[in-house]
């Protein structure tokens, strides 16, 4: 029975999840592999009204953006709780923010408030706070160190709250009751084409919007483990589902993962593909270590598990289908895949029982689902975990869609796609030049399934713009409240979207991390060995870059080539290159880690003005990746990264 909260606001629903589950723990923190610290739903709500009362009297006003700079961690959630029911707006950031970054977003959303996760981040903002000129106010979250001059300890903000508390302050409780659907409860700050951070607005209804349709049923008695940044939209909704469900969080680490799902042995979370492509290869070094007998049984029962999946997915109709198919044809294959399960059924249940089911056991055998999302999962992870018993729910949304648009279901589970939409979504296919909207499209036979082209969706969770920044909200939020994706997809036959690509310059990676390649590039440029060069690395683990070189300075350096084609195997241009990247890279110092470009290749034609870039020398992305889709391949595939 489905159990989840519906409240009008989010303010609303931490009040209904403390009246529904009071006593229920709703954040775990690990002390020890084996010790968890709960607090309680009731704990929370009163802290979090405490809180909000502190902030008040500090000066918050409804509306207000606050800022929240902090990784994962149980007074993030708390502060969080703070600002909304002050009917204030969460502006958050990781801790890895950049000085520039901070600069930019504290400024441009105005923020006189910030919440500052630790001792390194409140040296940080003190040390720039003569370039934040608005803000007032510093709130140091963590209870392990000592505030500067002029920082407040957030103990010290939720007495001063208390005290109003116990005065008959209703402050609180009027500002809850002023809150409206279409307030904002959050304004995140994303990179931008230029490099510059945009906030997307996202509103207390599209936030509740995403409690209804998320099609996985949890209740008080499940565990969930939180890996994911959380001010990353995509691990915020889950954890304010979480809370709706009444289902206890476990903040995790990479460090301590292995142990924690072995221990906290949880039945749902959220992950990313880098999550998976780390259990994979781990379940693989421990197949290659095992005893020869042990490695074969794994090799059968994963054979029987590919070949039953599969029968499976074929029968159910989820299969990825491509392509339109004949019901006859179909018909006859399904009786195929019946006698090949007929006769697979003993043996796959004596393996799946006896080899298999450790497998799940050592990725946390209590897990009933996973959606994975923030970049897409590899088709090879994908399969390996649904055959061998683990359904991976991949995901599709962004942040300006608070965030998701489609999403796998148990009965819904087509490798390869992310799925069917979810309830009350639109999308539409729409040809990247003409802006032609190829489905659904009444005139094509199969309406327009199988045809590519850039996704348009509308609905109740798209964002109400880019904060203060009315032009660029108007290339992507067009008439009739669609909006541009930037994301290149088409529908499947069986009605799964399959996410083909990206139109827009924006690189996921598979842990996640969202970054613009045209600062990097624009700062490659600057060398006198690089003529052009496109940054790569959409749903991988670095950031690669295909490079034409500049043939006379080489030349000039004293290397026989006659043509770019020369250069691309000389192993002397490729070290030049190589530490060339370093040195451009390292000059500014403005780019994190995940940002560094790690492999390249060189190319040996230039990129033509009306092919490769536009008449502006504009980089056309779609049609470079496609071109050089062999050579990308390579690059990630490659065994050893030498830059």
Not at 5 to 17: E, G, P, Q, R, V
Not at 30 to 55: D, H, I, N
Not at 202 to 222: F, G, K, R, W, Y
Not at 402 to 420: M, S
């Given at each position: 029975?489905?159990?989840?909260?519906i409240?009008?606001?989010?303010?609303?629903?931490?009040?209904?999840?403390?009246d529904?589950?009071e006593?229920?723990?709703?954040f775990?923190?690990?002390?020890?592999?084996?010790?968890?610290?709960p607090?309680?739903?009731?704990e929370?709500?009163?802290?979090?009204r405490?809180?909000?009362?502190?902030?008040?009297e500090?000066?918050v006003?409804?509306?207000?953006?606050v800022?929240l700079?902090?990784?994962?961690?149980?007074?993030?959630?708390l502060?969080d709780?703070?600002?909304?029911?002050?009917?204030?707006?969460?502006t958050?950031?990781?801790?890895?923010?950049?000085?520039?970054?901070l600069i930019?977003?504290?400024?441009?959303a105005?923020?006189?408030?910030?919440?500052?996760?630790?001792?390194?981040?409140q040296k940080?903002?003190?040390?720039l706070?003569p370039?934040?000129?608005?803000?007032?106010e510093?709130?140091?979250?963590?209870?392990?160190?000592?505030?500067?001059?002029g920082v407040?300890?957030?103990?010290?903000?939720?007495?001063?709250?208390?005290?109003?508390?116990?005065?008959?302050?209703k402050?609180?409780?009027?500002?809850?009751?002023?809150?409206?659907p279409?307030?904002l409860?959050t304004?995140?700050?994303?990179?931008g084409?230029?490099?510059?951070?945009?906030?997307?607005?996202?509103?207390?209804?599209n936030?509740?919007s995403?409690?209804?349709?998320i099609?996985?049923?949890?209740a008080?008695?499940?565990?969930?483990?939180?890996?994911?940044?959380i001010?990353?939209?995509?691990?915020?909704?889950?954890?304010?589902?979480?809370?709706?469900?009444?289902?206890?969080?476990?903040?995790?680490s990479i460090?301590?993962?292995?142990?924690?799902?072995q221990?906290?042995?949880?039945?749902f979370?959220?992950?990313?593909?880098?999550?998976?492509e780390?259990?994979?290869q781990?379940?693989?070094?421990n197949?290659?270590?095992?005893?020869?007998v042990r490695?074969?049984?794994f090799?059968?029962?994963?054979f029987l598990?590919?070949?039953?999946?599969?029968s499976?997915?074929?029968?159910?109709?989820?299969?990825?289908q491509?392509?339109?198919?004949?019901?006859?044809?179909?018909?006859?294959?399904?009786?195929?895949h019946?006698?090949?399960l007929?006769i697979?059924?003993?043996?796959?249940?004596?393996?799946?029982?006896?080899v298999?089911e450790?497998v799940?056991?050592?990725?946390?055998g209590?897990i009933?689902?996973?959606?994975?999302g923030?970049?897409?999962?590899?088709?090879?992870i994908?399969?390996?975990?649904n055959?061998?018993?683990i359904?991976?729910?991949?995901?599709y949304g962004?942040?300006?869609?608070?965030?998701?648009?489609?999403v796998?279901?148990?009965?819904?589970?087509?490798?390869?796609?992310?799925g069917p939409?979810?309830?009350?979504?639109?999308?539409r296919?729409?040809?990247?030049?003409?802006?032609e909207v190829?489905?659904?499209?009444s005139?094509?036979?199969?309406?327009?399934?199988?045809?590519?082209?850039?996704?348009w969706?509308r609905?109740?969770?798209?964002?109400?713009?880019?904060?203060r920044?009315?032009e660029i909200?108007?290339?992507?939020?067009?008439?009739?409240?669609w909006?541009?994706t930037?994301?290149?997809?088409?529908m499947?036959f069986?009605?799964?979207?399959?996410i083909?690509?990206?139109?827009?310059?924006?690189?996921?990676?598979?842990n996640?991390?969202?970054?613009?390649?045209?600062p990097?590039e624009?700062?490659?440029?600057q060398?006198?060995?690089?003529?052009?060069?496109?940054?790569v690395?959409?749903d991988?683990?670095f950031?690669?870059?295909l490079?034409?070189?500049?043939l006379?300075?080489?030349?000039?350096e004293?290397?026989?080539?006659?043509s770019l084609?020369?250069?691309?195997?000389?192993?002397k241009?490729?070290?030049?290159?190589r530490d060339?990247?370093?040195?451009?890279?390292a000059?500014?110092?403005g780019?994190?880690?995940f940002?560094?470009?790690?492999?390249?290749r060189?190319l040996?034609?230039?990129?033509k003005?009306g092919?490769?870039?536009?008449?502006?020398?504009?980089?056309?992305?779609?049609v470079?990746?496609?071109?050089?889709?062999?050579t990308?391949?390579e690059?990630?595939?490659?065994?050893?990264?030498?830059?």
């Amino acid at each position: 029975m489905d159990s989840r909260i519906i409240a009008s606001n989010l303010a609303d629903l931490y009040k209904k999840a403390a009246d529904k589950y009071e006593t229920l723990p709703a954040f775990a923190t690990r002390r020890t592999s084996l010790e968890w610290q709960p607090v309680t739903f009731r704990e929370l709500y009163e802290r979090g009204r405490k809180l909000s009362a502190g902030l008040i009297e500090l000066g918050v006003e409804a509306r207000e953006q606050v800022g929240l700079l902090s990784d994962n961690r149980y007074e993030w959630m708390l502060a969080d709780y703070g600002i909304q029911l002050s009917g204030a707006v969460n502006t958050p950031r990781g801790a890895d923010v950049t000085d520039d970054e901070l600069i930019y977003i504290v400024n441009h959303a105005r923020i006189r408030v910030a919440f500052v996760e630790n001792d390194a981040l409140q040296k940080k903002i003190v040390r720039l706070r003569p370039e934040l000129p608005e803000l007032q106010e510093i709130i140091l979250m963590s209870p392990k160190s000592e505030p500067l001059e002029g920082v407040r300890a957030l103990e010290e903000v939720m007495a001063i709250g208390a005290l109003q508390l116990e005065k008959g302050d209703k402050r609180v409780d009027e500002r809850m009751e002023g809150i409206r659907p279409d307030d904002l409860f959050t304004l995140i700050y994303t990179s931008g084409t230029t490099g510059k951070p945009k906030g997307v607005m996202l509103t207390h209804s599209n936030m509740m919007s995403q409690m209804s349709v998320i099609p996985i049923e949890l209740a008080c008695t499940d565990r969930v483990l939180s890996i994911l940044p959380i001010w990353h939209i995509f691990e915020r909704v889950f954890e304010v589902y979480t809370i709706s469900c009444g289902a206890c969080n476990y903040y995790t680490s990479i460090r301590t993962l292995g142990e924690d799902l072995q221990n906290v042995e949880p039945t749902f979370m959220g992950s990313a593909p880098r999550l998976w492509e780390s259990l994979h290869q781990r379940i693989l070094d421990n197949v290659r270590s095992a005893h020869p007998v042990r490695r074969a049984l794994f090799h059968i029962a994963y054979f029987l598990g590919h070949y039953y999946q599969e029968s499976i997915f074929y029968i159910t109709e989820n299969d990825l289908q491509l392509k339109p198919q004949s019901r006859i044809k179909r018909a006859i294959f399904k009786i195929g895949h019946l006698i090949r399960l007929f006769i697979m059924v003993p043996w796959y249940g004596f393996f799946n029982a006896a080899v298999l089911e450790s497998v799940r056991k050592s990725a946390g055998g209590s897990i009933k689902a996973t959606v994975s999302g923030g970049g897409a999962l590899p088709i090879e992870i994908d399969k390996f975990f649904n055959y061998i018993g683990i359904p991976v729910l991949e995901g599709y949304g962004m942040t300006e869609t608070c965030p998701v648009i489609a999403v796998r279901t148990e009965d819904k589970l087509v490798n390869g796609t992310v799925g069917p939409l979810v309830p009350d979504t639109e999308i539409r296919i729409v040809d990247l030049e003409t802006e032609e909207v190829l489905y659904p499209n009444s005139k094509n036979p199969y309406e327009g399934r199988g045809m590519r082209g850039e996704i348009w969706v509308r609905g109740p969770q798209v964002m109400k713009g880019y904060y203060r920044e009315p032009e660029i909200t108007k290339t992507v939020l067009r008439e009739g409240g669609w909006l541009r994706t930037g994301d290149l997809g088409m529908m499947t036959f069986n009605d799964s979207l399959k996410i083909l690509g990206r139109s827009k310059s924006t690189i996921v990676l598979s842990n996640g991390e969202n970054l613009e390649p045209e600062p990097i590039e624009m700062q490659l440029r600057q060398s006198r060995y690089i003529e052009q060069c496109m940054v790569v690395g959409q749903d991988q683990k670095f950031v690669g870059a295909l490079i034409v070189p500049k043939l006379e300075t080489f030349v000039e350096e004293g290397i026989n080539a006659d043509s770019l084609k020369d250069l691309v195997d000389h192993p002397k241009a490729h070290k030049m290159i190589r530490d060339e990247i370093r040195t451009m890279m390292a000059r500014t110092g403005g780019f994190k880690r995940f940002e560094q470009v790690r492999e390249f290749r060189l190319l040996s034609k230039t990129f033509k003005v009306g092919d490769e870039v536009t008449n502006l020398f504009k980089l056309k992305r779609h049609v470079i990746e496609k071109k050089y889709e062999q050579t990308i391949k390579e690059m990630f595939s490659a065994k050893e990264v030498k830059v």
